[in-house]
């Protein structure tokens, strides 16, 4: 940063020259008595954008940091981007002015090398060709600076390593100054921040099953794909993805959220005309809330969700002391489940930021009558409810895919909800709930937050048995599984297993 400085001196004329001077002297001192830097904190595993929050001269500002796309396809390469949004929290109004010092990393290698960038606006946008060599940023430089400028819409275009495969990337962001070129932030003072953002890998390969191919696709939101793989005999689909299990940075890390889709094509009838599955994480089996099937978002694939948040990583590193300070794979699992299907109570929206809470009354669902539904919003990573409006829709379909229920725009005050809902007949549902934007009453009109947005999938039963009747009925089942294995040679006892 110093070097920088010394550049802008080089650059600066009369009472601009002798201004930044000033300034380099007073950083040239200051950084003998600091010592070692500020590196500020470390955002995220995961997810296509992040919010975070950034003390500016006594401000309250959050910064947004957003890569685009979401997954990478030959269609939407051209849309690659980089987004930055520096914003006072209070009044939601963008910082005009501001200037960032910017790299972008990936697998511990530097795709862009540390630099100045300045917008006007205050959004900045780097617009990305991915290519392969070194960066080339095609800008004016800001004159008092000496930083690349965006033009009058916040956009910088570059040409750079970057987003030319999926997977996780580390972007590391200093706030220089803000408001004017030359309101520069202290250096003991600026907000430095290393945010992880990524961006899906579509991993497809054909596998076989019964001397037929059929093409798979798995698409993680993490980091990229491998040794995807089918056992014929368990009908069993297996894959890994990099990941690092140290429970230290694990612990340390604010928001880790893994997210993989499982697209099963439509004639592998073996797999794709089930409703249920059970699925793994390095041997833990998924509770419901972490295993989300959607048979209507295509004609042509079943789509399966794994979501999986910190708390459950945690979970499984404590249950399994060997893989504390596995630095290399996480091994997913994928299997048809004769399981009895139970509605939904709980539910991860897709992008990690919000868990919805479903209470069902009465207990015992039935077709024709008024059923009243609870929703009650919590932040993912916290586990805390979360105290102002949502705003959300909530879509019921049948079995065939037909809308039995459209509500849009519904506000839940102050994080909870209660809706009347009613079922036609007899039969299992698909829920889906989608949360758009969450609004603080007390922010009066400033902009609400749409960073959480994400869609939540989930199952209806009706008749659900309720708590009581599915318990004598569970009693009467395992009695009976008792006398039938009395019959037989006692055989060897089974290990109990943990679900998330």
């Known amino acids: 940063m110093l070097g920088h400085l010394l550049r802008i001196v ?18 040239l001192l200051s950084s003998q008595f600091v010592g070692a830097a500020n590196f500020g904190k470390a955002f995220a595993d995961g997810g296509d954008r992040k919010e975070i929050n950034a003390s500016l001269k006594g401000r309250d500002g959050k910064l947004l940091v957003r890569i685009s796309p979401p997954v990478l396809t030959s269609e939407n390469i051209q849309d690659a981007s980089i987004m930055f949004r520096l914003y006072d929290a209070n009044t939601n109004e963008t910082i005009k002015f501001t200037s960032l010092f910017l790299s972008v ?3 511990g290698k530097q795709l862009l090398a540390p630099d100045l960038f300045h917008s006007r606006e205050g959004i900045l946008r780097l617009k990305i060709q991915p290519s392969p060599g070194e960066p080339v940023i095609y800008a004016n430089k800001e004159p008092h600076l000496d930083a690349w400028e965006a033009d009058q819409a916040g956009v910088i275009n570059l040409r750079a390593p970057i987003l030319l495969e999926g997977g996780l990337y580390q972007i590391h962001v200093e706030v220089f100054g803000i408001d004017s070129p030359l309101n520069i932030f202290e250096q ?6 290393d945010v992880y953002l990524s961006v899906g890998d579509i991993h497809s390969q054909a596998v076989q099953y ?20 089918l056992d014929q005999g368990k009908k069993e689909l297996a894959w890994r993805m990099p990941f690092n299990y140290n ?15 499982v697209r099963i094509p439509r004639n592998f009838t073996e797999l794709a005309d089930g409703m249920r599955f059970a699925g793994s994480v390095d041997g833990m089996e998924l509770g419901a809330s972490s295993l989300a099937v959607d048979p209507y978002s295509s004609g042509s694939e079943l789509i399966v969700h794994f979501l999986i948040n910190k708390a459950q990583i945690i979970q499984l590193v404590e249950q399994s002391p060997q893989i504390n300070n596995k630095q290399g794979t996480m091994k997913f699992s994928l299997s048809p489940d004769a399981d009895i299907v139970e509605t939904s109570t709980r539910l991860f929206t897709d992008t990690g930021s919000v868990i919805v809470s479903l209470d069902w009354n ?8 008024d059923i009243e539904l609870g929703l009650k919003f919590y932040d993912q990573f916290t586990g805390n409810p979360v105290a102002d409006d949502v705003k959300y829709d909530l879509m019921i379909l049948d079995q065939n895919g037909s809308q039995v229920t459209m509500r849009e725009n519904i506000i839940a005050k102050g994080g909870n909800d209660t809706e009347t809902l009613v079922f036609p007949e007899n039969a299992e549902y698909h829920l889906e709930i989608y949360v758009k934007e969450i609004q603080d009453p007390a ?17 209806v039963v009706v008749p659900e048995l309720g708590t009581s009747l599915a318990m004598i009925l569970a009693a009467a089942s395992i009695a009976g599984v008792i006398a039938l294995m009395r019959s037989f040679v006692q055989s060897s006892s089974t290990m109990n297993r943990n679900k998330w």
């Open 443 to 459: 922010a009066g009109s400033g902009a609400p937050d749409s960073s959480r947005a994400g869609r939540a999938i989930g199952v």
């Open 247 to 261: 429970i230290t940075r694990i612990k340390n890390e604010p928001d880790i959220f893994i997210h993989e889709e």
């Open 188 to 193: 003991d003072s600026i907000p430095k921040f």
């Open 210 to 229: 019964n001397h037929k191919d059929y093409n798979m696709t798995v698409i993680s939101y993490y980091d990229e794909v491998t040794d995807l793989s």
């Open 362 to 369: 009465p207990d015992q669902l039935a077709a024709g009558k």
């Open 105 to 107: 990393l990936k697998d």
């Open 10 to 27: 080089l650059h600066s004329r009369g009472f601009g020259r002798l201004f930044v001077l000033l300034i380099f002297f007073f950083f």
